[in-house]
């Protein structure tokens, strides 16, 4: 027997490690890990991402089921789980799974790897959740880009010499499935210490007229299929990577150069691990942030008198989710007009967004902020009163989430643009100055 282990790959279909479990001609036994050390950081404890894998889960487990086996949903330090796993089953001879680029997953998974090792059993991963990963794209002298532009050229460049493919193996070919899976029922999401969040779900469905309009409608936050949404599907592994890039290469290049963002962001995240806490461009840890509780509040509930701003927290806050557009705007007040670090930022969209991502996380706020990849100069400052006369001049977005905006009981804004805008300038430029 060989176990596949699910982590940020939730789907049976174009799984990298899960054909290469089955292809070892050994029984192929699925499981799930819930990580104690991942679930006690999440302070709401109805938190959607929770209830959104357990969901995934029911779904794979009934799956298997199809095919007489089940879904083995453990908890506990996947070290100590594993450690578990080959004592009470000695014919597992090896474990596959799917390539991790977080810091925190590294190490776990090169604990893992040794443990099997050291009982003599075999531990396989492999590339799933991005096109290219780690030294794949890299300049002549093997160091990573740390610029999107020629990254993207590179990528480009190696993906037509390595054209996608997508594995579309029947998956009535249940010959390989354990049989003798336990009937347990699943783990509750309450013996976990969590609730049922009441958050709607986007769909796992690829809009095929979405993504040929993508170029057309991929700024405007009122048009309900101007983006895909597939964000936390992308996360989570419940589509895959692959299906999208090869749709996206054959309906639309802007659609594509997004997924390129995300391969980018976590290979800047494998090279630079302390970037989660440190600013990629070092210098900007010089800058003399400012903290105002009441306007750091007033951020967070989308209250600060713009609207634009007010708006994309408030859907933040009531779905998990934000319009990309609007969180550009969104990350910019804060760490602009505000002079807030962006590290408060990133730590607020981690517990709010329901596709988030440590490493396009980290990569848009410091991309907001100027400290990361980003090529243009630190002043370049959103307005967040032009970028709403832009992409959304007859307020329709705005007034689903602000119904008191003309009403005169609508926030004053709690700082002016234009005072804003200077201060942000000098201040960035004392900072880095004193480097």
């Avoid at 590179?154 to 354990?178: F, H, M, P, Q, Y």
Wanted: with cysteine; net charge neutral; charged share 25%.
């Amino acid at each position: 027997m060989v176990l596949h282990w699910f982590r940020r790959d939730l789907r049976l279909h174009d799984n990298k490690a899960l054909e290469l479990a089955k292809t070892s001609g050994e029984k192929v036994q699925c499981i799930f890990i819930f990580d104690p050390f991942i679930l006690n950081k999440l302070e709401d404890k109805s938190d959607p991402r929770v209830t959104f894998i357990h969901n995934e889960l029911i779904r794979l487990d009934l799956e298997l089921r199809n095919f007489g086996s089940s879904l083995w949903v453990l908890h506990g330090d996947p070290y100590s789980v594993n450690k578990s796993l080959l004592d009470e089953n000695p014919e597992i001879r090896s474990i596959y799974c799917n390539n991790d680029y977080e810091p925190y997953s590294i190490a776990r998974d090169e604990k893992i790897s040794e443990l099997y090792k050291s009982y003599g059993k075999d531990y396989f991963s492999v590339k799933d959740h991005v096109i290219f990963e780690k030294n794949e794209i890299s300049k002549e002298d093997g160091s990573p880009y740390m610029v999107f532009t020629p990254y993207a050229r590179r990528w480009l460049e190696k993906l037509k010499a390595n054209l996608v493919t997508i594995n579309d193996s029947t998956l009535g070919d249940d010959s390989c499935w354990n049989k003798e899976s336990s009937d347990k029922p699943l783990l509750t999401l309450n013996f976990m210490g969590f609730s049922k969040s009441e958050i709607t779900f986007p769909e796992r469905i690829l809009n095929e007229k979405t993504i040929i309009n993508y170029d057309k409608s991929r700024n405007f936050p009122s048009w309900h299929q101007g983006t895909s949404r597939l964000g936390v599907h992308l996360r989570f592994g419940t589509i895959s990577i692959r299906s999208l890039v090869k749709s996206a290469m054959e309906k639309n290049d802007i659609f594509l150069t997004e997924l390129i963002w995300r391969d980018f962001y976590h290979m800047v995240l494998f090279h630079n691990p302390q970037s989660r806490n440190k600013a990629i461009k070092p210098q900007y840890d010089k800058i003399c942030w400012i903290f105002d509780e009441s306007m750091f509040e007033a951020w967070c509930a989308g209250e600060t008198g713009y609207p634009l701003v007010d708006a994309g927290m408030r859907e933040l806050n009531a779905t998990g989710y934000m319009h990309n557009r609007v969180r550009m705007v969104v990350a910019s007040f804060l760490t602009k007009h505000l002079l807030h670090d962006w590290r408060l930022g990133e730590a607020y969209f981690a517990k709010k967004l329901l596709d988030f991502d440590l490493a396009s996380n980290v990569g848009g706020w410091q991309w907001a902020s100027g400290s990361g990849c980003d090529a243009a100069p630190y002043f370049r400052i959103f307005n967040p009163l032009s970028q709403l006369e832009k992409f959304d001049k007859q307020n329709l977005y705005v007034k689903k989430w602000i119904p008191e905006l003309n009403s005169g009981k609508y926030a004053k804004p709690i700082i002016d643009h234009k005072f804003a805008r200077e201060r942000a300038l000098r201040i960035y430029k004392e900072g880095l100055s004193s480097t």
